[in-house]
Each structure stands twice: as structure tokens, then as C-alpha cells.
């Protein structure tokens, strides 16, 4: 399984971008870069995903190196309820979809 | 959207009490999850299901069962409880598809204390 290095805490101004970095340099060709979040007291939460292509959706943009070796989760205009730990995880589909949480990053929001 | 659905969402045991954990979810997903995360810490995997009729162990399975009767379905049972097993259970689903990379959905959790 790959490992992950992640900023064990991070804090942001409410509005601006919040960026979250992720290092994963053992990541195997065919894993997904994976972002979850957790809320306090709530299940994950699926964020965005991607393989080699940057990947925008309506929560997140996901920025992947060229040589795939660390991402950047992007949250464009952080809010309060953004506060909670994110995930990067390598994750690949299949017949034994196991994802693997390490500790994560408290994204604090500051008001 | 229903999702995944855990109940309870609370339950308090005595040591040497069994319970079942249950969990269903509605998006006609194949693969189900059991994790369970301890204070401070990560999710681990206790037991997964790849199809209704099919389950296997992950990486902490010992004092948990669990039975995939339908596809909807997928119960975690403790038979002796102990205090170890304190912890909260999230279940997951997904569908996997040969076409495309898909995440997994977690339920709200159950919290269990065992006293």
C-alpha cells in the first residue's frame, strides 16, 4: 500500500483558498489519488479523485504532479463548515476496494 | 437520497453483551465495508463484501461477524463484547464497475461504548 505524508494541521482565513498538500511517492501507476474528509462526529465524506489529470468538481479542485508523486487538494472560498481532517488516500478499484486512512489534516477555518 | 444508513446511531454494552450493528444502503451498490476508528486515529477495515452471499475478513476481524444475505444489507455482529471494541463502526458502500474508479459512501456511524 502507498504512503502518504500530510501537514498534520493547517488553518485558513474563511473565504480564501484553502490548499492542501499531500506527498505520495510510492503511489502505483494504476492508484486513484483519493480525498475524503471528516467532520467531527460524521462518516467520511468523498471529496474528488483523480489519476493523472487535474479534476475539478462542485466541492474541490485536485492538482496531481506530472510525475504523479503529490497532489494538491484545492477548496476555492473556504467556509466555516470546511473545518475537519482530510484524507489523501491512493486507492485503486477493484476486487478488494480497501481504502486506507492514515491520520490526515485538521483544515481549521478561522472566521 | 437515503445513502448509507447505520442504526443505532448510539448503543451502550456491558462487557459479555452480543449486538448487531446494522447497515443497509440503496444505491444498488455491490461492495460493502465495516471500519471501525478509535479516538485519534484512522478507519480500519474489519470486514468487507464483494456480493450478496460473499464476505471476507480485513485487517482487524477478530471478535466480528458479519453476513451478506442481500445486496442491500450487511449487519456487523459482537458476540462477546470487550472493552477493546469501544470504538466507532462506519459502514461503506460502493459499486464497482470495470468502466470507472468509483468512491465509497460512508453512513453517519455507530458509537459504541462497551462498560
Known amino acids: 500500500d502507498a504512503k502518504t505524508t500530510q501537514p498534520t494541521s493547517m488553518d485558513c482565513a474563511e473565504g480564501r483558498a484553502a490548499n492542501l498538500p499531500c506527498n505520495h511517492s510510492t503511489i502505483s501507476g494504476n492508484e486513484y489519488v483519493y480525498w475524503y474528509r471528516q467532520i467531527h462526529s460524521q462518516g467520511p465524506q468523498y471529496i474528488i479523485h483523480?489519476?493523472?489529470n487535474n479534476e475539478t468538481n462542485e466541492m474541490a479542485s485536485l492538482i496531481i504532479t506530472e510525475d504523479r508523486k503529490s497532489s494538491t487538494l484545492i477548496l476555492p472560498h473556504a467556509t466555516l463548515r470546511d473545518t475537519a481532517v482530510y484524507y489523501c488516500i491512493p486507492y485503486y478499484g477493484g476486487a478488494t476496494n480497501k481504502l486506507i486512512f492514515g491520520t490526515g489534516t485538521l483544515l481549521a477555518i478561522q472566521p | 437520497n437515503a445513502g448509507v444508513t447505520q442504526t443505532p446511531k448510539f448503543r451502550i454494552l456491558k462487557i459479555g453483551q452480543s449486538m448487531t450493528l446494522q447497515c443497509t444502503q440503496d444505491?444498488?451498490?455491490?461492495?460493502m465495508y465495516w471500519y471501525r476508528q478509535d479516538p485519534g486515529m484512522g478507519l480500519k477495515l474489519i470486514y468487507y463484501s464483494v456480493g450478496a452471499g460473499i464476505t471476507d475478513k480485513g485487517e482487524v476481524p477478530n471478535g466480528y461477524n458479519v453476513s451478506r444475505s442481500t445486496t442491500e444489507d450487511f449487519p456487523l455482529r459482537l458476540e462477546l463484547a470487550a472493552p477493546s471494541q469501544t470504538s466507532v463502526y462506519f459502514c461503506a458502500s460502493t459499486l464497482d464497475r470495470s468502466d470507472s474508479n468509483q468512491p465509497q459512501h460512508f453512513g453517519d456511524g455507530t458509537r459504541l461504548s462497551i462498560l
Open positions: 444505491m444498488n451498490h455491490n461492495y
Open positions: 483523480g489519476l493523472k
